[in-house]
Nanobody, 126 residues
Framework: QVQLVESGGGSVQAGGSLRLSCVAF????????MGWFRQVPGKEREGVAG????????YYADSVKGRFTISQDNAKNTLYLQMNSLKPEDTAMYYC???????????????????WGQGTQVTVSS
């Protein structure tokens, strides 16, 4: 069992930055998929960024490439999402997700993940 706890959301003006953190409690092993997703009311959950440790694969949605960076601190079992140059359209609830194993080509799909955090709200004003 894995429990995910996100933090770091908040309200910022357009152009600002935030860093989201996701701490994984439990034994996560060495090969896994872990990612950040976001969702606004009435829309499907969208993959923002992800990693697959089996092959070192990373994924970024086109809308965030060049602005967001995903990273992890293995010693702390923590996944980060550095978000720069934020835009109003980045406003959403952001979720951290985890699954054991998996494949690099599927890390952007919410359907493969079976552990989710509670979410942290990001609001970007213009």
């Amino acid at each position: 069992q894995v429990q995910l706890v996100e933090s770091g959301g908040g309200s910022v003006q357009a152009g600002g930055s935030l860093r989201l953190s996701c701490v994984a409690f439990g034994h996560i092993g060495y090969t896994y998929c872990m990612g950040w997703f976001r969702q606004v009311p009435g829309k499907e959950r969208e993959g923002v960024a992800g990693i697959y440790t089996g092959g070192g694969t990373t994924y970024y949605a086109d809308s965030v490439k060049g602005r967001f960076t995903i990273s992890q601190d293995n010693a702390k079992n923590t996944l980060y999402l550095q978000m720069n140059s934020l835009k109003p359209e980045d406003t959403a609830m952001y979720y951290c997700a985890f699954r054991y194993g998996g494949r690099g080509y599927e890390i952007s799909s919410a359907a493969i993940y079976n552990y989710w955090g509670q979410g942290t709200q990001v609001t970007v004003s213009s």
